[in-house]
């Protein structure tokens, strides 16, 4: 089932694998949520995709789970480096982690 990820209230991810989890960090103890989304990207969108997770500054929102929190990238991963040639599509792969106080 896909869900919807909103980053920033600009890029919305059609996951089409999510799941969240709590950590704890090492350094404060304290306990931050972490949310990992595969999703696809083409190569009409890889330009923007690419750009706006460079920011790596990000307000995580999955409506259908109510779940908001400010985050950055803990893992990135794509199956392609370079979708600049038309009609590919990557599978992409990120975890975000909740950002400490």
Do not use: C, W
């Given at each position: 089932m896909q869900q919807t990820v909103i980053l920033?209230?600009?890029l919305k991810i059609n996951a089409t694998n999510?799941?969240?989890e709590d950590v704890v960090d090492f350094q404060?103890?304290?306990k931050r949520k972490t949310i990992h989304v595969d999703f696809k990207v083409t190569s009409e969108d890889y330009h923007r995709v690419a750009t706006f997770l460079y920011k790596n500054d990000f307000d995580v929102k999955v409506p259908t789970l109510?779940?908001?929190f400010p985050?950055?990238?803990q893992k990135y991963t794509t199956s392609v480096t370079n979708l600049y040639r038309e009609n590919q599509v990557g599978d992409y792969s990120l975890t975000l982690i909740e950002k400490g106080d």
């Amino acid at each position: 089932m896909q869900q919807t990820v909103i980053l920033n209230d600009d890029l919305k991810i059609n996951a089409t694998n999510l799941y969240t989890e709590d950590v704890v960090d090492f350094q404060s103890g304290k306990k931050r949520k972490t949310i990992h989304v595969d999703f696809k990207v083409t190569s009409e969108d890889y330009h923007r995709v690419a750009t706006f997770l460079y920011k790596n500054d990000f307000d995580v929102k999955v409506p259908t789970l109510n779940l908001q929190f400010p985050a950055y990238i803990q893992k990135y991963t794509t199956s392609v480096t370079n979708l600049y040639r038309e009609n590919q599509v990557g599978d992409y792969s990120l975890t975000l982690i909740e950002k400490g106080d």
